[in-house]
């Protein structure tokens, strides 16, 4: 593990420059470009709210608007960042042959593009809540924390799902399918108090909705995470972290067979 690290460390201008070329070519030939950015969850916050406020009368949250759109920006990034991630080593078989290549730049890369576009769509989330209303919280600050468990959460996922998707190509086929599963089981726009006692354990195995969980603390309701939240978080972090860069290596001789 220590190794594997050391190499993503030492080919860290490498991921920048990947990271750059990924940001250009996200919306390439789009009229709006990087405007999609903001514009694609404010699209599905105004979807969300509209089902769920106005058709199926989902009443009893202040500022649900708001409340959606804090939980879809961290989903956003999770579904595409893994999504990506998925097929970033079996659709790179031109680089994986090259025997110096370190492989796990490109699990990451999806991850870290990512995240820059989350911090691009915080401005638009605050403008958001101002325009409706809603306070802006000192707990905000959190939200640095809550960052970088998700980075290494996705990393760990990615590696997993990147290396698995290399032999077994129905691996990115499930994802959309697990995606969709996800969301209905993550508090998103939906509040975790809703949810059925005998169903709280759902939430409780589910890291996705952990996370959601202490965005929506932290920058909706205006309240830290609970230590017990925090404590959970990481470990469910560093155990997929653990997971992922395990699974990758022990696949890694033979990528390049593979592909």
């Known amino acids: 593990m220590k190794r594997f690290i050391l190499e993503l460390w030492r080919a860290r201008a490498l991921v920048a420059a990947l990271v750059r070329r990924s940001l250009a070519a996200r919306y390439r030939g789009s ?41 879809l920006l961290p989903w956003i990034w999770f579904t595409q960042a893994l ?18 290549f370190p492989a796990q730049v490109l699990s990451v890369v999806p991850v870290i593009s990512g995240a820059i576009n989350y911090l691009l769509s915080l401005p638009v989330f605050i403008l958001v ?30 590696f997993l799902v990147s290396a698995l998707n290399v032999r077994f190509r129905d691996v990115q086929h499930l994802l959309g399918h697990a995606f969709t599963l996800l969301f209905f089981l993550t508090p998103i726009v ?16 589910n890291p996705v909705a952990h996370l959601v969980g202490m965005y929506h603390d932290a920058l909706y309701v205006g309240v830290l995470p609970s230590l ?10 560093l155990i997929a972290l653990i997971i992922g860069i395990a699974t990758f290596e022990s696949q890694r001789e033979s990528f390049a067979e593979v592909l």
Request: charged share 5%; glycine share 10%.
């Open 129 to 158: 809540a101002l325009v409706l209303g809603a306070p802006l919280h000192i707990t905000s600050l959190a939200l640095i924390g809550i960052i970088v468990l998700q980075l290494l959460l996705l990393c760990g996922l990615g």
């Open 31 to 71: 009229v709006l470009g990087v405007v999609w950015t903001v514009l694609n969850p404010l699209l599905l916050m105004a979807v969300y709210t509209l089902v769920f406020q106005f058709y199926l009368r989902f009443d009893g949250i202040a500022n649900y608007p708001v409340f959606v759109f804090c939980g």
């Open 83 to 100: 999504g990506e991630s998925a097929v970033s080593i079996s659709g790179s078989g031109h680089l994986i042959t090259k025997s110096l």
């Open 190 to 205: 939906y509040p975790a108090s809703q949810v059925p006692e005998r169903f709280g354990w759902i939430l409780k195995v």
């Open 228 to 237: 017990v939240t925090w404590i959970v978080a990481v470990a469910m972090a």
